[in-house]
């Protein structure tokens, strides 16, 4: 299966010398003598062990009989938010919260998950999981101003399957992945309180009462006592890990901290970090007396360290347009540690039933060395992949060859090659509906290529930088037709790693 999907690609890559990046999201192709393979991938799906509409099973199946190689499934991890006055809100306050994989148990998601896979052979199922990094109150409850902004500024961490560090990352509203601070100290005022009330209703006080000329003592019943030790165990169960959001949701704007420390702490697990839909508003009704409420969130894509972000179909706006957000953000990544970071890929965020499904509009088309979790999650770090969205029922565009080569040296999208002079960007392009597209290379944000013609696109461009340069593609056709290449980094003078 894998050897009819290799790509004309891979015999120029077969025999080029690849130089790598020194950072995993510009990976190399080791010594260029292995061929990559086409894996299909529809990511960022929703399941009915929270709020899809299908189990795992449903949609795994549906998805092989529409040709689909892979899944990228990321359910919500966490969507709970409790509010009262600082600093009180750490641990009290009016809740809210949704079904979510934590409530179900992160084994049993991972395990339900891992037997779909199981029975539909010839598919992959990558587990992820959508998360809420950070969100902030303002306004007044009392008044009817309060909002809660940033409940929908999501993530997609990929590739995890430790279950307790999954239940461990530090998101909104998840006390497990907080810390402690003095703010913790507070929860040993109830456990003091109950110690005494423990003590009054074990030797209780006696009280003394007349009766005619004389007087009696007996014990008083401690009810109060017993009242105020059950309010602060309640509280105790509350307040329970005791732990405290770094970043709490009623204290100052921390601004980027939230979304850097999970993205630090899933690339320390080893996971990968994917902003979805970034260009996406949300404005909900009123609930629990405060407002949901989320800005499109472009900005983020390009200075979190993330590693790459939905493109398609929300990201065409601001971060894709030639000189956008995006190629701004490659050109910053030039001379730092990862270079041709971040990267784009198509996704659905689908909750609907797995007969609803359209699973040809959006598609992730990756290089990969192995149809594993292994090979789809290298290929989705190191940006070797393009983005697809093909109107219903029409054939897609499909990449055939997007390379630059200079002097028997080549690199494809996700990789970088060390060497000063001319180059030459191959591009082949197929598919469509015969209709006319327009292709675009795009060169540290400007267009320095341009074919408005009916696929096949067949072309070889000659170009020279003096400087670090990446090159990506845009193609596209009547809406919705669009293709979206990740970059290729060439680094004059830079040495192989």
Known sequence: ??????????????????????????????????????????VHLHTSLVDGASTPLEIARAARSAGIDALVVTD?????????????????????????VLALGVERYLRILADAERLVPGIVILPGVEVT?????????????????????????IGLEDGPAIARLPVLGNRAGGTYNGWSLLALIPAVVIVWTTRRILRPAEQEVRLGGFRLRRSRRPVPEAVLGVLCAGLMVVAF??????????????????????????????????????????????????RLRTAPYP?????????????????????LPPGGIWDRALERSLPGSRPGSPVALAEVDEHRSAREIDFGAL????????????????????????GRWTPRGRTPLRLVDFSVEAQGRAALAGQSMAFAGPVAIHLHVEGGDGTTVTARLIRRGEVIWTARQPPPIDARIE?????????????????????????IVVLPGRTKA
């Not at 709490?248 to 979805?276: F, K, M, N, Q, T």
Request: hydrophobic share 40%.
């Open 363 to 386: 598609q992730s088309v990756l290089l990969v060395r192995e149809f594993t979790h292994a090979g789809l999650l290298e290929a989705l770090r190191s940006g070797r992949l393009y």
């Open 133 to 157: 990094p950070y969100a902030r109150f303002s306004g007044s409850l009392l008044s009817g101003t309060l909002e809660l902004e940033g409940w929908h500024r999501h993530l997609l961490v």
């Open 76 to 100: 919500h991890l966490l969507e709970r938010v409790s509010y009262a006055p600082w600093p009180i809100g750490n641990f009290v306050g009016v809740s809210f919260s949704r079904p979510s």
């Open 463 to 487: 170009d020279a930088s003096p400087r670090p340069t990446c090159y990506r593609i845009d193609v596209e056709g009547t809406y919705p037709y669009r293709l979206i290449g990740n970059p």
């Open 299 to 319: 900005e983020l894509a390009a200075r979190t360290g993330a590693d790459g972000f939905g493109a398609l179909p929300e990201g065409v706006k601001t971060l």
């Open 241 to 290: 890990p005791f732990r405290v959001e770094r970043y709490s949701p009623v204290g100052s704007d921390p601004g980027d901290a939230p979304y850097r420390e999970l993205i630090d702490r899933v690339h320390a697990l080893g996971g990968i970090a994917y902003w979805a839909h970034p260009e996406a508003a949300a404005d909900l009704e009123e609930i629990r007396g405060f």
């Open 1 to 42: 299966m894998i050897a009819r999907r290799v790509r004309g690609c891979a015999v120029l890559a077969a025999t080029a010398c690849l130089c790598s990046l020194p950072a995993p999201a510009a990976a190399s192709a080791g010594d260029g003598r292995e061929p990559f393979a086409e894996m299909v991938a529809v």
